[in-house]
């Protein structure tokens, strides 16, 4: 017996967009122990998108900074190489699927309610497996 969902859900993912060539770059570079600070921020500065999402992010109640950061060189020190790859991986997921307009399966908040609890869960995950903490995220 066959799952209708399933297979829907199978059929559509061969027609899921790949990454821009800057979120690709950033993940590349975050993966990269050789590459420079220097080199994300000149990747991210490349894509206006992205850098407004940094931005946007680090000025956020969430990190409670007293003043506001304007600047992607300091907005990518404070956030870090983790979270600048997620924000790129994030915002090109969220650009896919509003481009596409036909994501049926869950509204906007459903959506980021289930990636917090997967990534979450996978973190839990990851640490009962004995994953090494630097590795975690991946």
Known sequence: MTNPVKEDIIKH????PGFSMTVSKVISLSNDLRASPKDL?????????LTAEA?????SAYFGMKQ??????????LL??????????GSAVIG??????NFNYFTSDQFWEHSLGVATGSKILAARLGVPPQDRDE
């Not at 921020?41 to 998108?49: E, F």
Request: glycine share 2%.
């Open 13 to 16: 993912i061969d027609r899921l």
């Open 41 to 49: 921020i000149h990747a991210i500065s490349l894509d206006p998108v």
């Open 55 to 59: 931005l946007r992010l680090i000025n």
């Open 68 to 77: 506001q950061v304007s600047s992607l060189n300091r907005a990518v020190v």
């Open 80 to 89: 870090g190489v983790n979270t600048i790859k997620n924000v790129a991986i």
């Open 96 to 101: 896919a699927i509003k481009m596409r307009n």
